[in-house]
């Protein structure tokens, strides 16, 4: 790299007395490196360097080269944008150049769905703020919704995003862009070059129809808290909500940024990470593996040594864990923990033929429940889920579905729930199946479902065994979210997941005492 060449000692005295020029040639790439002229000399220079040395910097002329530097670097890179907006607090928070570098990556079209969690007050939103601006200045004819866990929330990042593209040196960067006179309302408003509404969002709960998202979707602090992520009816609210109101509001090829803290493995990021469904995911946490802060000018290392231990007197290591750590909290009381199951990649069963395979399925019994069918191979005592079909579709369609892959696995025992489809449903499953060599049953259970759990779960830990390899579906991973998720005690939303594992337990071992066959 070339290095800075030192300037001459009598050089400031130069400049004041004798009037002393500097002029700008060029700048070289990316290295930032300029070529001036200073009293005839020519020299090569770090330009960043430059700027931090005071002796550079109080000549206006210099000032006046950097500028344009930056706003010819701001166009097509988001870190000194970020720079060039707000250099007191991005040269503080180089820990942001991490979110800044993702960002980038998402507009690049290298990454489509992003996460990111952080520490308290490290400035996530506000660097998500001005990437909102610095796309539209980029992209103004495209869409961005942005959502929160409040409308005032939301109306505080809108009026922060509206703001910096108002200001001067957004027009700097890029002249042609400004607010629409016409469409400028907190809640939604425009570009003068949009093709529809150029930010829109709201809080959670908010109806949001007539608008999509063409250029960038972003959640931005989904909960008010860890009690509001550890509320079971609270969290599914907000995920119905998500999925009914996000996913629907996106256009094709949309790119997707989640940031918030991870409180628990079932919330919004939990579910997501799971589901495999980020490309990237950025987590930084308060104290770094020497125990030490991760950026002083958030907090010094002694400020959150002193937190924390004022969290664990208060017995609050969890919330300590969560909002600081970025450390998910792991639900007391869980049936069935992802660290005491068993695991394997579906490669491990080539070769081996199975004592027998059987398929347990059991329909949606209401409206928001799932159609849950698990195939199991059987070795032995042992388990091996090798395939399932989970869905809240149509019964109809996931009858079809499940007698599909009953036949792709040369299945030998089908047997159905039809507590409520009765007739009809048994019907449809012979139908589907006739011609096809397997026993099928179907039956009715009579049997408390929460006691047929807590029965089978010590077989279930330790004799099933559940895919863990790149092959598995997002309907697997969904499915295998529910069985980790079930608790031994209090409210769980949904149980079809587990209820079908005892079932097909159930059956293959010949425990079918509450059981009527029909």
């Not at 208060?314 to 992802?338: N, T």
Request: with cysteine.
């Amino acid at each position: 790299m070339t290095k800075m060449v030192k300037k001459p000692r009598n050089f400031d005295k130069d400049y004041k007395a004798d009037g002393a020029k500097m002029s700008f040639t060029k700048h070289f790439g990316k290295k930032g490196i300029i070529e001036v002229v200073i009293d005839g000399k020519q020299q090569q220079l770090d330009i960043e360097k430059c700027f931090n040395d005071w002796n550079y910097r109080k000549k206006q002329d210099f000032i006046a080269w950097y500028d344009k530097y930056m706003i010819n670097k701001a166009k097509d890179d988001f870190w000194h944008f970020c720079m060039y907006m707000n250099r007191p607090f991005f040269s503080k928070r180089k820990i942001l150049k991490q979110v800044a570098d993702a960002f980038q990556q998402i507009y690049n079209g290298e990454i489509k769905h992003l996460g990111v969690s952080l520490p308290p007050r490290t400035g996530k939103s506000l660097i998500t703020s001005y990437f909102n601006t610095w796309f539209l200045g980029k992209k103004p004819e495209e869409s961005i919704m942005r959502l929160s866990c409040g409308s005032d929330l939301f109306r505080k990042f809108s009026y922060d995003v509206r703001s910096f593209l108002d200001s001067e040196r957004f027009r700097n960067v890029f002249p042609d862009v400004r607010l629409s006179r016409d469409r400028k309302a907190i809640d939604r408003w425009n570009t003068n070059l949009a093709k529809q509404i150029s930010f829109f969002g709201g809080g959670v709960g908010t109806n949001i129809i007539g608008f999509g998202a063409s250029g960038l979707a972003v959640t931005d602090d989904l909960y008010t808290g860890i009690t509001d992520a550890l509320n079971p009816t609270r969290n599914e609210f907000i995920k119905d909500w998500l999925l009914g109101t996000f996913d629907s509001r996106l256009e094709s090829g949309c790119p997707t940024i989640d940031i918030g803290t991870r409180w628990s493995y079932d919330d919004i990021l939990g579910m997501q990470e799971q589901l495999g469904y980020y490309d990237l995911q950025i987590i930084i946490p308060a104290l770094d593996a020497n125990d030490e802060s991760f950026c002083d000018d958030v907090k010094t290392t002694e400020e959150y040594h002193e937190l924390r231990s004022k969290m664990r007197d208060l017995a609050r290591d969890h919330i300590w864990d969560a909002e600081y750590m970025q450390q998910p909290v792991a639900e007391k009381g869980l049936m069935f923990p992802a660290k005491q199951l068993n695991w394997f990649h579906v490669e491990e069963l080539n070769g081996k033929e199975p004592d027998t395979i059987m398929q347990y399925s059991d329909p949606a019994d209401r409206g928001a429940d799932y159609y849950a069918s698990v195939i199991g191979y059987v070795y032995k005592t042992d388990v091996y889920i090798v395939d399932v079909m989970f869905s809240q579709r149509d019964m109809t369609e996931c009858v079809i579905r499940s007698c599909e892959q009953a036949k792709k696995h040369k299945v030998r025992t089908i047997v159905a729930e039809i507590n409520m489809g009765g007739s009809l449903l048994e019907e449809k499953i012979v139908n589907e199946m006739d011609g096809y060599p397997c026993v099928v049953e179907c039956i009715k259970n009579t049997k408390n479902k929460i006691e047929r759990i807590n029965y089978a779960s010590s077989f279930i830990r330790k004799r099933f065994h559940f895919r863990n390899d790149d092959g598995i579906s997002g309907e697997y991973k969904q499915f295998m979210m529910q069985v980790t998720n079930y608790k031994k005690n209090g409210k769980n939303i949904h149980d079809d997941a587990p209820e079908s594992c005892v079932g097909l337990q159930e059956h293959i071992f010949n425990q079918t005492a509450s059981i009527e066959i029909w």
